[in-house]
């Protein structure tokens, strides 16, 4: 079956005379997995029941368009031009963003930095965390979130990394920085649970708050950022895995040890291996782990039936764990 599908854009004109010509896009993914099934990429494939993605990615939608009324009220626009973005297909492997670096509506080098706003609406009241991604992608992106990291009601979890599953990952592969704004993914993530009444509204208000500032400076700076590779460019793995472990990652509280287990789903190869919450992954067959994006590439050489050797930091202790997939 095939359906014809669209962006759906909006733009603010700069303020500046020359700066004008140069952008800053703002971006999140409006599509979701419809009924679910098999093939949709639903954690729970054989059960046909509406996903309506209230987090992954209504929170993300809803946040664009706040940002979007906040700088159409700003009497005096940023110097740059802002590009609001909702973007379709992310969920069948980038399609909308794809297809906008491949056509762009303006000179794809005068995009100055993409921001993405992917799954933000279950960040947690105990020990609250955001994460942001590509924070290595441009040389100036740390000195900047440091300006407003200050007094905020939740931790500022940076990765340098610029590749990663959703749509910033196609503004990387063609040299613009990016930065992409996440409260973290939950046992409810591409299941027929991931619904309103779960949706922390007022820390969102707090991220969109932080992250309007971030926007603010880039788009006002006298010289565009610098970009910076970060990380491999190559799609080494697809929002669909060839192959589940059964774990939620915890990819906002993880640090730089590994990758925090948040969660083991029932019945699944993890559980059954003997891996449990709160473990942190250092290693899957002698292959370092240190965040989500080595996690995705290790799981994507593996096929089922393999016997794998996981190893694990749990309660400071080293221990390895036999997994069969």
């Not at 500046?16 to 896009?25: G, P, R, S």
């Not at 971030?214 to 192959?243: D, W």
């Amino acid at each position: 079956i095939k359906s014809p599908t669209h962006n759906v854009v909006a733009t603010i004109e700069g303020s500046d005379a020359e700066l004008k010509n140069e952008y800053i896009v703002i971006g999140a993914h409006y599509d979701h997995l419809g009924m679910g099934g098999k093939d949709s990429g639903s954690r729970m494939p054989d059960t046909i029941a509406v996903h309506n993605g209230a987090d992954d990615n209504a929170s993300g939608v809803a946040g664009i368009l706040e940002l979007t009324r906040l700088f159409a009220e700003l009497p005096t626009k940023p110097k740059r031009t802002l590009i609001f973005v909702a973007f379709s297909g992310e969920e069948m492997g980038l399609l909308g963003s794809k297809q906008f670096v491949k056509e762009p509506p303006v000179p794809l080098k005068a995009i100055k930095a993409m921001f993405n706003f992917d799954m933000l609406g279950r960040m947690k009241n105990e020990n609250p965390k955001l994460s942001i991604g590509g924070t290595g992608t441009s040389i100036e992106t740390d000195s900047i979130i440091k300006l407003f990291d200050i007094n905020l009601p939740f931790t500022v979890s940076k990765s340098p990394e610029g590749y990663g599953p959703s749509d910033h990952a196609s503004f990387y592969k063609n040299d613009i920085p990016v930065f992409f704004f996440c409260s973290g993914l939950h046992e409810d993530y591409h299941t027929p649970f991931d619904d309103v009444e779960k949706i922390n509204f007022s820390q969102e208000v707090n991220l969109l708050e932080f992250s309007y500032k971030i926007i603010n400076a880039v788009a006002n700076t006298t010289k565009p950022l610098t970009f910076k590779e970060a990380g491999s460019k190559e799609e080494s793995t697809s929002r669909g895995y060839k192959i589940s472990l059964g774990i939620i990652p915890d990819i906002v509280g993880s640090g730089d040890k590994g990758l925090a287990v948040d969660g083991v789903k029932k019945g699944s190869p993890a559980e059954a291996g003997g891996l449990k919450k709160g473990d942190i992954i250092t290693a899957i067959n002698g292959l370092q782990v240190t965040n989500i994006y080595d996690y995705m590439t290790r799981l994507n050489t593996l096929k089922a039936g393999q016997i794998i050797d996981v190893e694990v930091l749990r309660e400071g202790n080293k221990e390895v764990l036999k997994v069969k997939l």
